[in-house]
C-alpha cells in the first residue's frame, strides 16, 4: 500500500490462489475489504472448459472463509467490444495479439477501476505479481520481486491515474511463498491450478475456437525459395517461430514458420531452430505507451522484452521514419512477431511498450528474403 492508513481498499478475486493471498494480506493490515468478481464471457458458457462457475464457487468459497464481502460485476459486452473485437481484427490481419495486454487496459484498470470507486473504494488491489514506487514526481510500474512470475510485461499499458490508486501486495513475495501463505492460512484454494489460456476466456481448443469467428482461409506452405512443402489450415492458426501444426516433414527439417503473406496467402517456413530468417535485429513499434505519462528523450538506450518469457536485452530506440519507432537490438532476435508487444525497462522500472508491427531482418540474411525486401511483417 501507499499509505499507512487503514483504506477502503476494492480488491478483484479470480478464485485463484494470488488474489485471495492479496486479500489476506490486506485484512491482516487492517484495511476494509470489499472483493468483486468479473465475469467477462459468456459465448459459451454451457461448454466443458468454461470454468467461470467454479472460478466463482472458489473466489465464495474463500472470501466466505476471510470474512470479506463479496460483489459480482459483469463486463462481457465491454470485453467483446474493447478486446475480443480488437483480437479478432489482428489475427485477421495476419498478427499474432496479445489479449492480455488489452484486457488489463480497458477491463481490469479502467472499467473495473470505474466500477470499484462506484462502490467508494480508495484504493483498488490485485494478485498481479509487480510493484509501484513513487520515488518523485510520478508513479513508476516495477518488477516483481519473483522475475519467474513477473507480470509488469502485461501491465505497461497503465497510466499515472491507474497507479496512483492500484495495489500489488504480492509485489515482494515469490508464488512457493504465495502458495505457502495460503495453506499455512488454512485457505480452500491453496493447491488450485493457475489459469491459462485466453484472458478471461480461459484454455481451449484453439482451432476451433477461434474458426467460430474468423472464417479459415487454406493455402500454401513454401519455402522462402519458393519450394511447395505443403498446405496450412489457415494463416490465423499459426504464429512465427512455430514449429507443431504444420504437418510438414522431409530432408532438411524439422521446419518452423519464418514468414506469413496475407495476398498471397502463403505460410513461408525455413528448416532448422536457428535458420537466420527466424532473426531480426530491428523491429517497428506502434500505439506506444509511456508509464510516466511523457515520452523520453530520443535516442533511448535500454533493455526490452518481445515477449513475456523472453529475456530482457539491451536496445536503441530511435525516431522512425514510418509510423511510430525503430527499435534496434544489440543483438539478433528470434521470432519477433508482429502484433505482440515490445517492453522497455530500466533495470527493474518498466518504461512502457508499443505493438510490434514489423521486424526487420537480420543484415546477414537479407539477401535471401528478397521477396519481400528486407521486411518481414505479419499482434
Not at 508487444?341 to 508491427?357: A, E, H, M, N
Amino acid at each position: 500500500m501507499k499509505s499507512t492508513s487503514k483504506q477502503h481498499v476494492v480488491i478483484s478475486v479470480s478464485g485463484g490462489v494470488d488474489s485471495t493471498v492479496a486479500a489476506w494480506l490486506l485484512k491482516k493490515q487492517g484495511h476494509r475489504l470489499t472483493a468483486v468478481f468479473m465475469k467477462n464471457w459468456e459465448e459459451d458458457d454451457g461448454q466443458d472448459y468454461c470454468g467461470a462457475a467454479e472460478d466463482y464457487e472458489s473466489a465464495r468459497s474463500a472470501c466466505e472463509q476471510l470474512a470479506i464481502p463479496l460483489r459480482t460485476v459483469n463486463f462481457a459486452t465491454e470485453y467483446w467490444d474493447q478486446v475480443f473485437s480488437d483480437f479478432l481484427a489482428e489475427i485477421s490481419a495476419g498478427h499474432t495479439p496479445n489479449p492480455d495486454v488489452l484486457c488489463n487496459r480497458e477491463i481490469k484498470f479502467k472499467a473495473f477501476f470505474d466500477f470499484a470507486f462506484s462502490l467508494g473504494a480508495e484504493m483498488v488491489a490485485t494478485g498481479h505479481y509487480a510493484g509501484i514506487d513513487h520515488p518523485r514526481d510520478h508513479y513508476r510500474l516495477l518488477k516483481a520481486k519473483d522475475r519467474n512470475k513477473d507480470q509488469s510485461y502485461f501491465l505497461y499499458t497503465l497510466d499515472q491515474r491507474a497507479l496512483a490508486r492500484a495495489c500489488f501486495p504480492l509485489a515482494q513475495l515469490s508464488k512457493p511463498q504465495v502458495r505457502a501463505l495460503a495453506r499455512d492460512a488454512g485457505l480452500p484454494n491453496h493447491a488450485r491450478k493457475g489459469s491459462t489460456g485466453i484472458c478471461f476466456i480461459g484454455e481451449r481448443p484453439f482451432k476451433a475456437f477461434l474458426s467460430r469467428y474468423l472464417r479459415p482461409q487454406p493455402g500454401e506452405i513454401r519455402t522462402l525459395k519458393g519450394e511447395l512443402k505443403g498446405t496450412h489450415d489457415g494463416l490465423m492458426y499459426y504464429t512465427i517461430g512455430q514449429r507443431h501444426g504444420l504437418g510438414i516433414g522431409g530432408p532438411g527439417g524439422p521446419w518452423y514458420v519464418a514468414d506469413k503473406s496475407l495476398p498471397e496467402n502463403v505460410l513461408y517456413v525455413v528448416a532448422g531452430h536457428d535458420h537466420p530468417a527466424l532473426y531480426s535485429t530491428d523491429l517497428q513499434v506502434r500505439d506506444l505507451h509511456w508509464v510516466s505519462g511523457a515520452a523520453p528523450p530520443l535516442p533511448l538506450h535500454c533493455h526490452a522484452k518481445i515477449r513475456y518469457r523472453a529475456p530482457d536485452e539491451a536496445c536503441r530506440i530511435d525516431p522512425s521514419a514510418r509510423e511510430g519507432l525503430t527499435v534496434t537490438f544489440a543483438r539478433p532476435q528470434r521470432a519477433v512477431t508482429p502484433g505482440q508487444s515490445v517492453v522497455f525497462y530500466d533495470d527493474d522500472v518498466c518504461l512502457g511498450g508499443g505493438i510490434i508491427t514489423a521486424r526487420f531482418a537480420s543484415e546477414g540474411v537479407r539477401s535471401s528474403l528478397s521477396r519481400s525486401p528486407a521486411t518481414v511483417s505479419g499482434c
